[in-house]
Every structure is written in structure tokens, then in C-alpha cells.
């Protein structure tokens, strides 16, 4: 069982930054994607970037140039820069990452959320 913890929420004026962290209590080893999503309130959980140990990324279009994900070396969990903020990226942001156990079988952890709020 693997625990995420997310941190750097906040509130910011639009066009601020932020940057969030995730973290666990062990190294995730054989990672096989890590990203963030995020769930603004009456929506449903949305995909707002993920990388992947393969190689490549992939982001929602609402984020594309303004937001990156970046690797923590030392526990193999994602952060996200966010640059740029607008009023509708606020949400509860979750990180999330798809790992193998040592049966190869495909395993996936989410944090607790930490709130954005981008307002004037």
C-alpha cells in the first residue's frame, strides 16, 4: 500500500503560480505513469496531466503551455508546476501514480487533495 500526500495548495491572484508536491513514505520503484488530476466543485475528477517512464506526456488542452510535471527523484512521485493561474483552474488537485508490484500486476495510488483557489 502506498500513501500519496499532496502540499502547496494555496490562494492566488490570477496569473499567480504554484507549485505542488506529492509525496509517499517509500521510493516507487517500477512506476509506470505518475500525474495530477483535479475535481472542482458538482464536476467530476478531470485529467490534468500525466508523464510516463516510457517517455512522453500528455496534458488537458485547459493547461497546455502554462502547466508542467516534473519527476521528485528521490520518491518517484509528481510535482506540478502551475503558471498562469486562471479562475477556473480551481479545484482540489490529486496526484496519482500507476506503479507494478513484483507480480507485474498494475497497482494505482491517489492523495488526499490539496485545494487551489485563484481569485481576486
Known amino acids: 500500500q502506498l500513501q500519496l500526500v499532496e502540499s502547496g495548495g494555496g490562494l492566488v491572484q490570477p496569473g499567480g503560480s504554484l507549485r505542488l508536491s506529492c509525496t509517499t513514505s517509500r521510493r516507487i520503484i517500477s512506476w509506470s505513469s505518475m500525474g495530477w488530476y483535479r475535481q472542482a466543485p458538482g464536476k467530476q475528477r478531470e485529467l490534468v496531466g500525466t508523464i510516463f517512464n516510457r517517455g512522453g506526456a500528455s496534458y488537458a488542452d485547459s493547461v497546455k503551455g502554462r502547466f508542467t510535471i516534473t519527476r521528485d527523484n528521490a520518491k518517484n512521485t509528481p510535482y506540478l508546476q502551475m503558471n498562469n493561474l486562471r479562475p477556473e483552474d480551481t479545484a482540489v488537485y490529486y496526484c496519482?501514480?500507476?506503479?507494478?508490484?513484483?507480480?507485474?500486476?498494475?497497482?494505482?495510488?491517489w492523495g488526499q487533495g490539496t485545494q487551489v483557489t485563484v481569485t481576486s
Open positions: 496519482n501514480v500507476q506503479y507494478r508490484n513484483v507480480m507485474g500486476d498494475l497497482n494505482q495510488s
